[in-house]
């Protein structure tokens, strides 16, 4: 597909009284997702997101949702992210359809970049970040019932896969590894319902993917703008502890990366977690969801739609990895019970995953 005619078939029906300039694919490299920097002739900036997976429904109700969080979080967090561009008063996307081909777009604001964080951080930065994070968490959690509602489910997205391994089984490997796949399903769908029952587990608009290349902040360590919206989704707060273990690991933030489960069992994340756990306080049923959290996120996001998210040697690369060594390694590697007691937590609630 030829993006930039896309992008200028887009923006015509948006405002076709102002004229593009100069179109550049910004786009991350590691990612199949496009993003553009959109020139116009008055020298106006904007931003242009283009995607061609999944389900155009799906791509306007979450910017929809984005959208409204974006106008309905308050200070400190008003700015943090990126607004959609309206028309009559709803988020603009526009459908590409031709053929076999199908590509939807969506416009924003640029968004405003202060400080980058180091790639490894020090005890400080972690502690300061661990308070801003639980502080937009609490942030997200107050407006959760104004924004609106997401069709998406993390037990859909898995049924899917399961429907995926009974039609297209030569995708995902060999037999074994197929019945592998199928079993950390079950095991997925089962602690999700048994977690739903009691009620644990809440609600709240979460970003999933935070890596230091996608936030910034102010000089005092307070988060300033967040963009790249690809895996957002009305889930758990606990959906978001895998990848703030990768921001805060000893390893940093690594060109070729992995996605290992060990950097939840670090000390430098038990450092977080204790100055998370003072300003929005963990209870012991969302650190046990934690390990399937992680299954759920190897499931969906590597091994379902690896394909759609990286690039073809990251795909491969790592969904050869999550059948070798992330799915095997969460009834080993993963210790609930490290982190309940180095938070202090006086209840250990039962861990239905086991």
């Not at 959690?141 to 104004?146: A, P, S, W």
């Not at 739903?196 to 809440?202: D, F, K, Q, V, Y």
Request: aromatic share 14%; net charge positive; hydrophobic share 40%.
């Amino acid at each position: 597909m030829n993006y930039p005619s896309i992008i200028k078939k887009a923006w015509l029906g948006y405002d076709a009284s102002k004229h593009i300039r100069s179109i550049e694919d910004i786009s991350a490299m590691v990612s199949t997702n496009h993003v553009f920097q959109i020139t116009f002739e008055d020298d106006d900036i904007i931003i242009a997101k283009l995607s061609t997976y999944g389900k155009y429904e799906h791509f306007k109700e979450d910017h929809r949702i984005i959208h409204a969080l974006s106008n309905n979080l308050l200070y400190p967090f008003e700015n943090l992210v990126a607004k959609s561009l309206l028309k009559n008063n709803r988020v603009y996307t526009y459908r590409y359809k031709w053929r076999k081909n199908d590509a939807w777009v969506v416009f924003y604001n640029p968004v405003r970049i202060d400080q980058r964080l180091p790639r490894r951080l020090d005890d400080q930065h972690i502690r300061t970040l661990a308070k801003q994070f639980a502080k937009f968490h609490k942030a997200c959690f107050r407006i959760k019932n104004v924004i609106p509602k997401s069709s998406k489910t993390l037990g859909t997205d898995i049924r899917i896969l399961l429907e995926q391994l009974e039609t297209t089984p030569e995708k995902f490997g060999t037999e074994e590894e197929i019945a592998m796949i199928k079993q950390h399903c079950e095991v997925f769908l089962k602690n999700r319902a048994k977690y739903n029952a009691i009620g644990s587990l809440g609600t709240i608009p979460v970003f999933i993917d935070w890596n230091i290349g996608n936030f910034s902040v102010n000089d005092k360590i307070q988060l300033y703008s967040r963009w790249d919206y690809d895996w957002f989704r009305m889930s758990s707060r606990m959906m978001d502890f895998y990848f703030f273990s990768r921001v805060v690991s000893d390893a940093g933030d690594r060109t070729v990366f992995s996605y290992r489960i060990d950097t939840m069992m670090e000390d430098r994340f038990m450092l977080f977690l204790e100055e998370y756990h003072k300003t929005y306080p963990l209870t012991a049923h969302e650190i046990h969801f934690l390990k399937d959290a992680y299954r759920f996120f190897i499931l969906n996001y590597v091994i379902k739609d690896g394909r759609h998210f990286f690039n073809e040697q990251y795909a491969t690369k790592l969904q050869r990895e999550a059948l070798d060594i992330y799915l095997p390694s969460i009834n080993t590697d993963f210790n609930a019970d490290k982190i309940i007691d180095a938070l202090g937590i006086a209840t250990h609630e039962p861990d239905f995953s086991k």
